[in-house]
């Protein structure tokens, strides 16, 4: 992997996500054969939000994961760094609310959402961990996050073959049918850097979230992660707070690894 290659500045990563706005849905569909759609259902099944309630739906983009929620009545923010893309998003479903934002600085205020979620769009953070914590602030205490991201599939040979198509295949397909297809190639080894589902999931512990869990969709080349905010909210948004909300928790870390293969 080229480590240089993932050394971007985040107005670097913006400009590459403006540029593949206008064919990323499309491309997205093809390079995972169909597979992101169901994935994202999955993942508002996770966050079971209510008419009434209000979700931040983080890494928007277009807005094809807030889509869902919009036409249950619920009301969601849709909130990317990309101006590109919330264009795009904007042109397509004007009813959403969409809101340009730094992950790692979030333009709501404290205890804001029922939920917070974000899906394929973490590992593209410069500082992941500080997002984590921006959603940890402004969710409501005892509210949900969930978080969808490639991982490490669970099968050492089906690793392997993911691996070979992530860097050969991926951007082979990208120059066909993608308008950027070096934006394919960074999105590719991103993948291969991010951490497994063990990782993110202490990565969620140690920013202040409590009964993290995971399950593993497509053998693992996809992880859904969930976890709730502590009700003693003021405490949880501290250092002291998540740490000793680190101290406090007993036993590996639940797994739910119901391996979805269709």
Known sequence: MNRASLDKRPDEVATMFDDVAPKYDVVN????????????KIVVEAV???????????????????????????????????????KVGKRRRPDINFVAGDATNLPFADN???????????????????????????????GKLVIAEFSAPVVPLWRTMYTEYLMRALPAIAVKVASNPDAYVYLA????????????????????WDNVTYRNLTGGIVAVHRATKPLDSTAASTPDGAAAAIAAHKGPVAKLRRNITR
Request: contains cysteine.
């Open 112 to 142: 804001s959402f029922d939920a917070s979620t974000i899906s394929f769009g973490l590992r593209n953070v410069n500082e992941p961990k500080k997002a984590l914590a921006e959603m940890l602030r402004v969710t409501k205490p005892g």
């Open 48 to 86: 079971d939000a209510k008419p009434g309630q209000r979700v931040l739906d983080l890494a928007a983009g277009t807005g094809t994961s807030s889509e869902p929620y919009a036409d249950a009545g619920i009301d969601v923010v849709a909130c990317d760094f990309s101006l590109g893309m919330l």
């Open 29 to 40: 569909d093809v390079l995972s054969m169909g597979q992101t759609r169901r994935w994202r």
């Open 189 to 208: 080894e991103s993948i291969r850097a991010w951490p497994d589902q063990d990782h993110l999931a202490a990565w969620l512990q140690e920013s202040g």
